[in-house]
């Protein structure tokens, strides 16, 4: 048996060409600069080693099924806040 795989071709006009390049160098830039930003914002670096233990130990007592009761959401939002 032979496959034959035949392919389509469209045709759009230069304008609407260039203008996708133009797109997508502009989508691939601010890409990149995002990229950028994210890894900055989550280099452990910037975190003190104090804060990270102290999520070491709420994330580790979470895994156990240890949970976490609250009085009211006055008192949730004052303990999401010191995190």
Same mark, same amino acid.
């Given at each position: 048996m032979c496959y034959y795989i035949i392919m389509n071709t469209v045709t759009i006009p230069k304008k609407?060409? %260039?203008?996708i390049l133009e797109r997508q160098k502009t989508f +691939?830039?601010?890409? %990149?600069?995002?990229?950028?930003m994210l890894q900055?914002?989550? +280099?452990?670096?910037?975190?003190?080693?104090?804060?990270l233990? *102290? $999520?070491e130990s709420i994330s580790q007592d979470l895994d156990m099924g240890k949970g976490r009761k609250f009085v009211s959401v006055?008192?949730?939002? *004052? $303990?999401?806040?010191r995190l």
């Open positions: 609407i060409y %260039r203008n +691939e830039t601010e890409l %990149r600069v995002v990229k950028k900055v914002a989550t +280099e452990d670096s910037l975190i003190q080693p104090t804060v233990k *102290h $999520w006055k008192e949730m939002k *004052h $303990w999401l806040k």
